[in-house]
């Protein structure tokens, strides 16, 4: 899978409630906050299904685009 297939808008779990979409950036303000963990899993849609990640990888990636 290509980063380019991945939309930048993540989603994530906190204590059983969902959240999101959120763009990436706002996944790496949760984790320099502390509101999320960097080994917590993330996902993203796209036209095949869901992809899981870490939020730290799902930042990387956004960055790297």
């Known amino acids: 899978m290509k980063r380019a297939q991945l939309q930048d808008q993540w989603y994530y ?5 969902t959240f999101g979409p959120v763009p990436a950036w706002e996944l790496d303000r949760l984790l320099a906050t ?5 080994r ?3 996902w993203t849609q796209f036209a095949e299904g869901m992809f899981f990640v870490t939020a730290a990888t799902a930042v990387r990636w956004e960055n790297a685009k």
């Not at 779990?13 to 409630?17: A, L, P």
């Open 40 to 42: 917590q899993a993330v």
């Open 13 to 17: 779990k906190t204590e059983n409630q």
């Open 34 to 38: 502390g509101q999320i963990q960097p």
